[in-house]
């Protein structure tokens, strides 16, 4: 398998993200699954995640993603505010089906390596983000909000990397992100428990910055936390984020090929294939209950 090679066609752009040279066409541009509504005002841009029903991650929405990242820094928009237009959920993580039954080695690599390249764009954007939790965010939905710099949330959903409790191990960049937002022992109290924890919990231990009662309160809080930067040089506050995060960027951009590769034998184990199954059985069977 040349990892190699797909990670060529597909990486993070040079001095992370200042520089837009990856190539990207939409995958989708039918399906829409990513909105982007620019404010010609205000400069910020809300962009909502927008597959139906759950939003859950998949190789196609993970590229188009990347591309409207790409706009938005061409664009140099003042903020992007990050929300979904699923009926309460935010996103529901990753696409199982992408996981599972047994996927062909060429779409998994192709969806993993998809996924780190969004994480790199969000995790390095060199505008202002903020992420409206407006709906349940499990595992990747939580990686999604945690990568950005200010989180806002509804009451009453859910949100956390319950990846232990299914016998999954978070990859390490996605605990250098939480970590850059939870002090220490609550990061790990989290992953190790696998915990959602409910608005106010996630508030209450730092997870997410505001409670916001609906969409107008969110818009207003956002414009608020974007102001805060308005008498700050754009390159200068650019730089500061992407050097503090420099660490993590780097630990994934060094093993990009082993992050895949390590990723790729662990889901096509028969062990980790009978727990997923059984986990999207129990999904689909909740439903019957
Ligand atoms: C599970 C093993 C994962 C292995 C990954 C290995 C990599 C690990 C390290 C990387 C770290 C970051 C990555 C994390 C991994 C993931 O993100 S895996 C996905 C984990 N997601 C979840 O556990 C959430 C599952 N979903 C729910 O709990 C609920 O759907 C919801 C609370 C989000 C919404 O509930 P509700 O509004 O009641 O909708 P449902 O009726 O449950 O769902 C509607 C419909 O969508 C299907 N569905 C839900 N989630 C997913 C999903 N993630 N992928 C694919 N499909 C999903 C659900 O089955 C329903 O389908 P049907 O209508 O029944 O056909």
Redesign the pocket.
């Known amino acids: 398998m040349n990892f190699s090679r797909l990670i060529k066609n597909c990486s993070i752009p040079s001095r992370w993200l200042l520089a837009n040279n990856i190539r990207y066409q939409s995958s989708s541009a039918a399906q829409n699954l990513i909105q982007v509504d620019i404010n010609e005002e205000t400069g910020v841009s809300v962009v909502s995640l927008n597959r139906k029903?759950?939003n859950?991650?998949s190789l196609e929405l993970f590229k188009d993603f990347c591309g409207v990242m790409d706009d938005l820094e061409r664009e140099k928009v003042r903020g992007m505010v990050l929300k979904s237009s699923c009926d309460?959920?935010f996103s529901?993580?990753?696409?199982?089906?992408e996981?599972y039954p047994n996927p062909s080695e060429e779409r998994f690599e192709a969806f993993w390596l998809w996924f780190q390249e969004s994480w790199l764009k969000l995790y390095a954007s060199s505008f202002p983000t903020v992420a409206f939790v407006n709906g349940?965010a499990?595992?990747?939905?939580c990686?999604f909000a945690i990568s950005c710099e200010y989180r806002l949330m509804l009451p009453y959903y859910?949100i956390g990397?319950?990846?232990a409790p299914?016998g999954?191990?978070?990859?390490e960049w996605?605990m250098n992100s939480l970590r850059a937002v939870l002090p220490g022992k609550n990061a790990e109290r989290l992953l190790t428990s696998g915990r959602l924890l409910d608005t106010q919990e996630a508030f209450d231990i730092g997870l997410i910055d505001q409670i916001v009662n609906n969409e107008e309160e969110a818009m207003a809080r956002s414009e608020e936390f974007f102001a805060t930067f308005d008498n700050v040089p754009k390159l200068a506050r650019a730089l500061t984020k992407q050097v503090y995060r420099k660490n993590d960027l780097n630990q994934l951009i060094k093993n990009r090929s082993s992050d895949a590769k390590q990723?790729l034998n662990?889901?096509l184990r028969p062990e980790?294939q009978k727990?997923?199954g059984s986990?999207?059985k129990s999904?689909?069977d909740?439903?019957k209950d």
């Open positions: 029903p759950v859950s991650l309460n959920v529901s993580g990753l696409d199982i089906t996981l349940h499990p595992a990747g939905g990686v859910k990397l319950n990846e299914v999954i191990v978070a990859t996605v990723f662990h889901i980790t727990i997923i986990y999207f999904l689909k909740r439903k």
